[in-house]
């Protein structure tokens, strides 16, 4: 079983500035890694696919990269609405934990 | 416009049966391949079932394998989750989900239902 593992598992950082969110693949995954936002009461949102492809209407500032075992989401410039709960996923299959990015 | 509505969710006590729907509208459902999520109370996802579009490749989480049964019903554009033996331990909101799969072989869910909340308890 592949295990999905995210950091840091809270993220403080002002509006404006960058984030830089980290997702590890216990074996190598190739680039079937995701990522979503979660907004408390929401259901999660696709931001990322195929590592590194932005899902319909994700604005510039999601970035996706890696591939293999080593995963970053980058937001380039936090805005007030990006604060959230960010996870990747395995293919269709394995979630990580989780990072709650706050403002700081 | 892509919908997906789980229905079925409630209060059950420990070792109680649940069946959970999922009404799919907007896209050919027979040409997708289905999820369940969930997720406990302030806690994160956790990926529960798989379900190919034809219904012939099903996958579980070690967690609820033996336990738990996901089907569709192409005809009906209905996804569906038999609970079987329920812990305490799978409270939650339960999310019918989308899976996409692009020209690469990549995965991902493109669309979640509202989610439906079941809770397991005496």
Redesign the interface.
């Known amino acids: 079983e592949i295990v999905m593992t995210q950091s840091p598992a809270t993220l403080s950082v002002s509006p404006g500035e960058r984030a830089t969110l980290s997702c590890r693949a216990s074996q190598s995954v190739s680039s079937n890694l995701a990522w979503y936002q979660q907004k408390p009461g929401q259901a999660p949102r696709l931001l990322i696919y195929g590592a590194s492809t932005r899902a319909t209407g994700i604005p510039a500032r999601f970035s996706g990269s890696g591939s293999g075992t080593e995963f970053t989401l980058t937001i380039s410039s936090l805005q007030s609405e990006d604060f959230a709960v960010y996870y990747c996923q395995l293919g269709p299959y394995t979630f990580g934990q989780g990072t709650k990015l706050e403002i700081k | 416009e892509v919908q997906l509505v789980e229905s079925g969710g409630g209060l059950v006590q420990p070792g109680g049966s649940l069946r959970l729907s999922c009404a799919a509208s907007g896209f050919t459902f027979s040409s997708y ?1 289905m ?1 369940w ?1 969930r997720q406990a109370p302030g806690k ?4 529960v079932s ?1 379900i190919s579009s034809s219904g012939s490749t099903i ?1 579980y989480a ?1 967690s609820v394998k033996g336990r738990f049964t996901i089907s569709r019903d192409n005809a009906k554009n209905s996804l569906y989750l038999q609970m079987n033996s329920l812990r305490a331990e799978d409270t939650a909101v339960y ?1 019918c989900a989308r ?2 799969v ?1 020209s ?7 669309y ?4 439906t909340l079941v809770t397991v308890s005496s």
Not at chain 2, 112 to 115: A, H, I, V
């Open positions: 391949e999820n999520v994160g996802l956790e990926w798989y996958y070690d999310y899976v996409d692009d690469s072989g990549h995965h991902c869910i493109d979640w239902g509202q989610g």
